[in-house]
């Protein structure tokens, strides 16, 4: 079965700094995508990133970047410069196993840049 | 694109009455999900649909939530009776066809949903 692990419930970040956001995974699928998803207190998910399974390289989208390590089964979000509109819940999602196409949640972690 | 599109987006009823949350994909997306979002459980996908047929409805809670895709672009997901345990946001998200394992899921504004 697949699983997601956030362990940090939140995190503070002075502005301008670098944050890493934890997950772990777990997935016998050898063949598996892992997503960041950002919630601010609108509440709408926006999509950040996604790391294959696959891939050699770590993902990187603007200020977003993903330190995969594929041995560790961990996917951290990192944050560099932060902002103060980086404030919000922030999740990782990992796809199904082969053939299925949902998405299972960790259970975020709420970071909150300080001025 | 106007993105997923999904109303109400606020809903406040009492126990017993029915409720019917809508959706609609954005155009050319095969699949449709609808999660739900509590404090107490995090996000849950219910269900999800492949051109217009269920294809996991493992998580959807017991027999008073039912789910409909009459059509590519429009999804219901109905609660009779509602409780106040079903108190929650709703979300609907679609994505396309996945390459591969890629598949991002593009997710409506969600419903926030009062059980009274």
């Known amino acids: 079965a697949q699983k997601i692990t956030q362990t940090q419930p939140g995190m503070f970040v002075q502005e301008k700094e670098a944050v890493t956001l934890d997950c772990t995974y777990d997935?016998?699928?050898?063949?598996?995508?892992l997503f960041w998803y950002k919630q601010p207190s609108s509440g709408e998910m926006i999509f950040l990133i996604y790391?294959?399974?696959?891939?050699?390289q770590n993902a990187t989208e603007g200020r977003y970047s993903l330190n995969f390590q594929k041995a560790r089964k961990s996917a951290n979000l990192v944050i560099s410069a932060s902002q103060l509109g980086d404030s919000a819940m922030y999740f990782c999602a990992m796809r199904g196993k082969t053939g299925a196409n949902n998405l299972f949640f960790g259970t975020g972690t709420r970071l909150t840049v300080i001025p | 694109d106007a993105g997923v599109i999904q109303s109400p987006r606020h809903e406040v009823t009492e126990m017993g009455q029915e409720v019917t949350l809508r959706c609609k994909p954005i155009?050319?997306?095969?699949?449709l999900f609808w999660y739900r979002q509590t404090m107490m459980r995090g996000l849950e996908l219910l269900i999800y649909?492949?051109?217009?047929?269920?294809?996991?409805d493992s998580g959807m809670p017991e027999d008073r939530f039912s789910a409909k895709m009459p059509n590519a672009s429009f999804s219901t997901l109905k609660i009779q009776p509602s409780e106040p345990r079903d108190s929650a946001v709703y979300f609907c998200?679609?994505?396309?066809?996945?390459?591969?394992?890629?598949?991002?899921?593009?997710f409506g504004p969600g419903t926030r949903l009062t059980v009274l």
């Open positions: 649909f492949n051109n217009n047929v269920p294809i996991d």
């Open positions: 790391q294959g399974s696959y891939d050699q």
């Open positions: 998200a679609s994505s396309q066809a996945p390459a591969d394992a890629y598949n991002e899921q593009f």
């Open positions: 155009s050319g997306h095969d699949y």
């Open positions: 997935t016998s699928d050898p063949s598996y995508g």
